[in-house]
Nanobody
């Protein structure tokens, strides 16, 4: 089993920044891909960004390109999501997820086996 614990959510004004963290523990060798998803009230859970543990390859959803950056610290092991220029539309519960994937970085939630409990991000004036 792999355990994922998110932290760093909160409330921020539009245009502000937040950094989310996802600490992984347990049998992390069973995973090679980490990702962030988010779910707003009344909406489906959607892919935000993903990263490979080994080669640091990343992929971001179009809605966050140029604003969000995903990166990882293999030694900890922890994955981060740096969110800049936040907009009210970014308000959601953000989830960390892990998977073993033979494809580059999957964007479908069904590809991910392990999930964190989620952390709330609210962007509002």
């Amino acid at each position: 089993q792999v355990q994922l614990v998110e932290s760093g959510g909160g409330w921020v004004h539009p245009g502000g920044s937040l950094r989310l963290s996802c600490a992984a523990s347990g049998r992390t060798s069973a995973t090679n891909t980490m990702a962030w998803f988010r779910q707003a009230p009344g909406k489906e859970r959607e892919f935000v960004a993903g990263i490979k543990w080994t080669d640091r390859a990343t992929y971001n959803a179009d809605s966050v390109k140029g604003r969000f950056t995903i990166f990882r610290d293999v030694a900890k092991p922890t994955v981060y999501l740096q969110m800049n220029s936040l907009e009210p539309e970014d308000t959601a519960v953000y989830y960390c997820a892990a998977a073993w994937s033979l494809v580059h970085i999957p964007t479908m939630r069904q590809a991910y086996n392990y999930w964190g409990q989620g952390t709330q991000v609210t962007v509002s004036s």
